[in-house]
């Protein structure tokens, strides 16, 4: 059974970090492109960053740039998110997600999600 969990969300204080992990089980991670998605209430699930399997290429949405960095270790089967400089506007529902093919940044692309991490971030 295929499964990724997202662990490292939580409350945290505007300005401060936090790192996301998401762990998988019943793949190979190596053989996927990753990707972290983010949710608000009331809103569309929104793209943030997207890796190649090799970790050679990566992308940050514009919105998250120079404070959110996403990686991978193919070794522990687990991509990461960490985010730094956080706003209250950062306050979402955090998933990550696998696809077979070159990452993209439609959710409709992704083969496998995870069930998410809150992130709050107070003012």
């Known amino acids: 059974q295929v499964q990724l969990v997202e662990s490292g969300g939580g409350f945290v204080q505007a300005g401060g970090s936090l790192k996301l992990s998401c762990a998988a089980s019943g793949l190979r991670l190596r053989n996927y492109d990753m990707a972290w998605f983010r949710q608000a209430p009331g809103q569309e699930r929104e793209f943030l960053a997207a890796i190649t399997w090799s970790g050679e290429r990566s992308q940050h949405d514009d919105s998250v740039k120079g404070r959110f960095t996403i990686s991978r270790d193919n070794l522990k089967n687990t991509a990461y998110l960490q985010m730094r400089d956080l706003k209250p506007e950062d306050t979402a529902l955090y998933y990550c997600?696998?696809?077979?093919?070159?990452?993209?940044?439609?959710?409709?692309?992704?083969?496998?999600w995870g069930r998410g991490t809150q992130v709050t971030v107070s003012t």
């Open positions: 997600a696998a696809t077979e093919r070159a990452y993209t940044t439609r959710t409709g692309d992704y083969n496998f």
